[in-house]
T-cell receptor
Framework: ETGVTQSPTHLIKTRGQQVTLRCSSQ?????VSWYQQALGQGPQFIFQ???????GRGNFPPRFSGLQFPNYSSELNVNALELDDSALYLC?????????????FGQGTRLTVV | EDQVTQSPEALRLQEGESSSLNCSYT??????LFWYRQDPGKGPEFLFT???AGEEKEKERLKATLTKKESFLHITAPKPEDSATYLC???????????FGKGTRLHILP
């Protein structure tokens, strides 16, 4: 098992609400990336945080935002939830702010928007 | 446009029947190509990183190879526990975005 933990594991929200997902990175890792995975699809890159700064973003609207803390843990915030936001949200931890090192994923948070 | 295409979408094999999964990619400035295994309801598990054409890596019954246009994941004498979705992803030089394929669902029958 990796040392990446995500919370909560499952969440049900109503359309229009806001949600915060959390991720603790693996010890020694300074980079956290967030992905959205719809059923039957590959993960889609949302954004990456390196040493508390956003370091790359995918094609997601501004209502998807994030934070990284001094201990390198991270949060993903989604405002004004839409039904299409229902997905598995994955956090990946790596070291170095780039892709020359392996990224290790948490078990994910299953978000259902009703 | 940068993209990753995996084939086949699904593959059923008998235990011991070797095969290969394909990952074709188009990316301007490949930083690395990654293979992951994903079990239902879980996060992807890292398998390999390949950086340049001609590179090969092995782990147990799995072997990954890379050319300038595609990567193959060869599975030799698979067992039922190898059943999973195998994901291919590429990273590009100009930013930190990783692009995943949709995956190949592999089912090994005992």
């Amino acid at each position: 098992e990796t040392g990446v933990t995500q919370s909560p594991t499952h969440l049900i929200k109503t359309r229009g609400q806001q949600v915060t997902l959390r991720c603790s990175s693996q010890s020694g890792h300074n980079t956290v990336s967030w992905y959205q995975q719809a059923l039957g699809q590959g993960p889609q890159f949302i954004f990456q945080y390196y040493r508390e700064e956003e370091n790359g973003r995918g094609n997601f609207p501004p209502r998807f935002s994030g934070l990284q803390f001094p201990n390198y843990s991270s949060e993903l915030n989604v405002n004004a939830l839409e039904l299409d936001d229902s997905a598995l949200y994955l956090c990946a931890s790596s070291n170095g702010g780039g892709l020359h090192t392996e990224a290790f994923f948490g078990q994910g948070t299953r978000l259902t928007v009703v | 446009e940068d993209q990753v295409t995996q084939s086949p979408e699904a593959l059923r094999l008998q235990e011991g029947e070797s095969s290969s999964l394909n990952c074709s990619y188009t990316v301007s400035g490949l930083r690395g190509l990654f293979w992951y295994r994903q079990d239902p309801g879980k996060g992807p598990e890292f398998l390999f990183t390949l950086y340049s054409a001609g590179e090969e890596k092995e782990k147990e019954r799995l072997k990954a190879t890379l050319t300038k246009k595609e990567s193959f994941l060869h599975i030799t004498a698979p067992k039922p526990e190898d059943s999973a979705t195998y994901l291919c992803a590429v990273g590009r030089n100009r930013d930190d975005k990783i692009i995943f394929g949709k995956g190949t669902r592999l089912h090994i029958l005992p």
